[in-house]
Structures are given as structure tokens and as C-alpha cells.
């Protein structure tokens, strides 16, 4: 949490289902007015790994922590200078190479269904990170936080009064 808390920028890679969780993970950040982008395609965030700098974080995403792409997008952005977080299994490459790893052990028989307890384990750390920035970056979040929501509702379409409200 005190990295991503002091980052200037926050990138979150995963392949696959895991792409899939950063993207949802990245969405809360991004709410917390954080600058940040999730990235599930091999080329892009192998690129943009490269470009990341000292005051970069890169959040990873793998339920086996083996995916190449994802180990070698770490391995390029430690070089830069950038942290990176693995959300992953503990026996893992990725485990081993992160600056911090945040471990889901959990089996999972792949072949025959998609992954759900996995993804629901990486979508739970996410939620706990996001909550524990959002406590670290303290009361100036909650304006920006208001703004945000102000910003969605005057999207929205008014409600017709319910049958309640006439009696």
C-alpha cells in the first residue's frame, strides 16, 4: 500500500483471465483520481514496461505467476527502476522477481472450467489495496472522490417517482 500510495503512475499487466482482474483493479485506482492503466495485451505492456521509471509501480497479475510476457514485462520494469507488485502464486517466477508479492495459492483445475476462485481471490487483494491507498492518501481523496461521483450521477436519467411516493 505505501508503494502504490507514493507512485506517480500505476500500471497493471495481466494475460488472459488475469487482464481481465487488472483492468477491474485499475478501475479503482483510476476512481481514486490515480494516474493509471491496465494493460492485457503482451505487446503493449512489454513496451510500456520499458518506458516506466523510479517512481513507477507495475502491479502484476498471474494465478500461476509462469505466464513468459507477464515475468518478462517485471523483469523490464525492475531494470527501469520501477517496484512491482505480483498478485500470484507463492512458488512462482514472478513470485520470486517481484519487489513485493501478494500471494493467492489457490488450485484450481483449469482444464476443465475458466478460473473463478482465482480470479475472485485476485479481485479480492485489488479491493484491499484499493481501500488501503484510499486510507493512506487520506480526507483530500473524499473531495475528489465526491467530484467523481457528482461527475456519473448528472449522467444518469431520473428515476419516475415510485407508486410509494403518491400514497
Not at 505487446?43 to 510500456?48: I, P, Q, R, V
Not at 495459492?105 to 487483494?125: K, Q
Not at 428515476?159 to 400514497?167: N, S, T, V
Amino acid at each position: 500500500i505505501e508503494l502504490l500510495s507514493r507512485a506517480s503512475r500505476i500500471e497493471f499487466y495481466g494475460a488472459g483471465g488475469s487482464g481481465i482482474a487488472a483492468q477491474d483493479i485499475q478501475h479503482k485506482f483510476f476512481r481514486l483520481g490515480i494516474p493509471s492503466v491496465a494493460y492485457a495485451d503482451p505487446h503493449t505492456y512489454t513496451m510500456s514496461a520499458a518506458l516506466l521509471g523510479e517512481s513507477d509501480v507495475v502491479v502484476t497479475i498471474s494465478n500461476t505467476g509462469r505466464t513468459r510476457d507477464i515475468v518478462e514485462a517485471a523483469r523490464s520494469a525492475l531494470a527501469c527502476g520501477a517496484k512491482v507488485i505480483a498478485i500470484t502464486h507463492s512458488n512462482s517466477p514472478l513470485a520470486q522477481l517481484a519487489t513485493v508479492s501478494l500471494v493467492a495459492n489457490v488450485a484450481e483445475e483449469t482444464d476443465i472450467f475458466s478460473p473463478m476462485t482465482s480470479r475472485v481471490s485476485h479481485l479480492a487483494i485489488g479491493d484491499i489495496l484499493a481501500v488501503g491507498v484510499a486510507l493512506a492518501r487520506g480526507p483530500d481523496l473524499v473531495d475528489k472522490l465526491g467530484r467523481a461521483k457528482k461527475a456519473i450521477t448528472q449522467r444518469r436519467i431520473e428515476a419516475p417517482p415510485r407508486e410509494e411516493e403518491f400514497d
